[in-house]
């Protein structure tokens, strides 16, 4: 256990020494000042809402900033995971650091709790600011924003694992451009799928289920949404907004928050098989 907490130790060191971790705080720290603009305005420009119509508009424009901060979190997840194991395996450090008493599975399971310390952290800290923002400058309240914020954690581990996964048979900036391409396909068949139960086109409505069977970060989104809206809202405008991107019409079951931790375990296990059995 030393071993996997010093490896995930050096794995945030590392992290916090590439350009893409300042990157990622200049883009977040720009999202936010911006929303926290864009929040402060709705008040102004719409006095004649109704307090229903000022939560819907607060709601969905938290969601689509949390989508904002999802994809930020995805980006850096994912071009972090496929250096921090293709990158050193490349460059021979992995064969330094094997020759000693440490074991591959040992080096594995600590990039992958750095990272995941990296991820969560992110999340935790720039979903509370915005969480902050919104409350400060609207009034309104994510009615779970705990679990939000942990599903919204769920959805950076498990793409993750998958970088980490694909940076075991791929090469580093690949299994990165990879993770995102795939995390974005996923998101656009999930909206599509949405659409397709508005319009009753069972067939289209599968689309979305298939991809988050396969992949379970859009899912996980859609839960953290459901956390983030006012159950409220949908139940008063719920045939004007049914199929919109930015609300959920029904809370995660616990079958699939179960299904979603089995594929990261597995996803895990074969980033491992795939790590040992590669010739450094």
């Known amino acids: 256990m030393t071993v996997v907490l010093t490896v995930a130790g050096l794995?945030?060191?590392?992290?916090?020494?590439?350009?893409?971790?300042?990157?990622?705080?200049?883009?977040?720290?720009?999202?936010?000042?911006l929303s926290a603009?864009?929040?402060?305005?709705i008040n102004a420009e719409f006095g004649g809402l109704t307090s229903g119509e000022a939560k819907l508009a607060a709601a969905i424009v938290l969601n689509l900033v949390m989508f904002g901060l999802s994809l930020i979190a995805a980006l850096g997840t994912a071009?972090?995971?496929?250096?921090?194991?293709?990158?050193?395996?490349?460059?021979?450090?992995?064969?330094?650091?094997?020759?000693?008493?440490?074991?591959?599975?040992?080096?594995?399971?600590?990039?992958?709790?750095?990272l995941v310390a990296f991820g969560t952290g992110f999340v935790a800290v720039a979903g509370a600011a915005q969480l902050v923002i919104v409350k400060l400058t609207t009034g309104y309240s994510?009615?779970?924003?705990?679990?939000?914020?942990?599903?919204?954690?769920?959805?950076?581990?498990?793409?993750?694992?998958?970088?980490?996964?694909l940076s075991t048979v791929i090469s580093p900036m690949a299994s990165g451009i990879v993770a995102v391409g795939l995390f974005g396909a996923t998101w656009?068949?999930?909206?599509v799928g949405g659409?397709?139960?508005?319009?009753?086109?069972?067939?289209?409505?599968?689309?979305?289920?298939?991809?988050?069977?396969?992949?379970?970060?859009?899912?996980?989104?859609?839960?953290?949404m459901r956390s983030f809206q006012d159950p409220s809202l949908l139940t008063q405008f719920s045939e004007a907004f049914e199929g919109h991107p930015f609300l959920s019409s029904a809370p995660l079951t616990g079958a699939?928050?179960?299904?979603?931790?089995?594929?990261?375990?597995?996803?895990?296990?074969?980033?491992?098989?795939a790590f040992q059995r590669r010739d450094l």
């Open 37 to 41: 603009w864009g929040f402060s305005r």
């Open 256 to 273: 699939y928050l179960v299904w979603a931790v089995v594929w990261t375990v597995v996803m895990l296990a074969l980033a491992g098989l």
């Open 142 to 165: 994510a009615p779970s924003p705990a679990s939000g914020l942990a599903l919204l954690s769920g959805q950076a581990i498990a793409l993750l694992t998958l970088g980490l996964l």
């Open 188 to 191: 656009i068949a999930g909206v």
């Open 79 to 114: 071009f972090l995971a496929g250096p921090t194991l293709a990158g050193e395996t490349e460059s021979g450090i992995a064969l330094a650091v094997l020759a000693r008493p440490v074991r591959r599975a040992q080096v594995l399971a600590g990039k992958w709790l750095g």
């Open 195 to 224: 659409v397709g139960g508005a319009l009753g086109n069972d067939s289209v409505r599968k689309v979305g289920t298939v991809s988050q069977m396969l992949l379970p970060t859009d899912g996980l989104w859609r839960g953290a």
């Open 11 to 33: 794995t945030l060191r590392e992290a916090a020494r590439r350009r893409v971790l300042r990157s990622l705080a200049v883009l977040t720290i720009l999202l936010l000042a």
